[in-house]
């Protein structure tokens, strides 16, 4: 897209304003640097007896979002996503910054047009004038301004490779039909699984695995046949093992999940 810019040095991390920080690993394989803020969207779980031939029943609360961390513990708390240039940042309390940036994409949310300028409340120190960022953000106190959930600089390696799993992952956010929704994120993790990068593969089965611990209501035994089948059709041999880990955490007793990652996050 024309006006933005492109580096390659380390990640920056990323930190929440007003929200728990939690050690997230999703954006951390895609973008090691960034931790993910707001609480885990609390969904019906289904017992720990995922081989079951029966239609999977989709909780009645589950947001309009993959179901996926990214989905539920980033995007569901994150209506406003957008690529922008940092033109100015200012103290305006202990700890915190109030940023001025432009737009050079809208990736998600409503009435923001690209070159439009917008205010961005942020926790101190984390940016710097003139670079690039992805910012996932949320209305604060209205007026068009914005509080920083999490963010994702141009300065890390994989920063392009990281938007396009997140465009993907707003595409999903589109298919309002719930059912449909679940079978095209499985249908993206399983393609994913076996992409050329070694990032994309770990993120893809680090969400597998996640919902496997949390959203077990996903898996029947259809669906974890041909995460099985797509395992073997890989040539990669870490897939064949994350695969397995899957298969094994549908099995045991449901336990906190470990730590997910998207290409360009670092764990904190």
Known sequence: MKGRCRASNGWAGVRSVGLPLLVWGLLA?????????????????????????????IPKDLPQVPPTRLGLELLAHSPVVLVVRVSAARAVAAGSDLLTATVLERMRGVEIAVGQEVLVLSAAGQFVPGTEELLFLRPWRGGGRFECVSRVSALQDGYERGLGLVRRSLWLCEIREAAARVEATLEQLLTWM???????????????????????????????????????????????????????????????????????????
């Open 194 to 268: 076996c992409d050329r990068d070694a990032r994309v593969r770990a993120y893809a089965l680090g969400e597998l695995r996640w919902m496997a611990l949390r959203q077990r209501w996903v898996w029947s035994a259809a669906r974890l046949e041909r995460l099985r089948l797509a395992g073997r059709a890989c040539a990669w041999p870490e897939v064949a093992a994350g695969v397995e880990s899957v298969a094994s955490a549908l099995s045991s007793p449901a336990s906190q999940p470990p730590p997910v990652a998207i290409p360009g996050q670092s764990p904190r």
């Open 29 to 57: 394989v895609l973008f090691p640097g960034t931790a993910a803020p707001a609480p885990v969207v609390q969904t019906a779980q289904q017992p720990p007896r995922a081989a079951e031939a029966r239609q999977p029943q």
